[in-house]
């Protein structure tokens, strides 16, 4: 397991990329990106906000979206973080719920 300041830095870096991804994407749509800490996504119609957060103590982000929770871990192969059931990324798991959310496809 990583350690904690590892966590921390790897977390800020795939946080602070996704943000800005996001804030990319969000150009002329409509939803909403904001990051201090915990990373959130709202929409405008239909309402909704999705919550991207670290969690330091087990090393895994948390993804609140669409009434579901996700947990994610680092994989070291793919030098990100993951879904271990399925392998999606961080950045596939909330560009498909984005997506899902605004019914259209969305890059990130």
């Given amino acids: ?10 977390a800020d870096e795939t946080l ?3 943000y800005n991804d996001l804030i ?5 749509d409509s939803f909403e990106a904001d990051y201090g800490g915990a990373l959130t996504v709202e929409f405008e119609d239909p309402p909704a906000k999705f919550v991207v957060s670290p969690n ?9 979206a669409h009434s579901k929770s996700y947990k994610l871990d680092w994989d070291p192969s793919k030098s990100t973080f993951v879904l271990l059931n399925s ?3 961080l950045k596939e798991l909330l560009q498909a719920a984005v997506s899902q959310q605004l019914h259209k496809e969305i890059n990130l």
Avoid: C, H, Y
């Fill in 24 to 28: 990319t994407a969000s150009d002329g």
């Fill in 1 to 10: 397991m990583m350690d904690e300041q590892d966590f921390k830095r790897r």
């Fill in 56 to 64: 330091t103590p087990v090393r895994q982000i948390w993804v609140s």
């Fill in 16 to 18: 602070n990329s996704l």
């Fill in 87 to 89: 392998g999606q990324s």
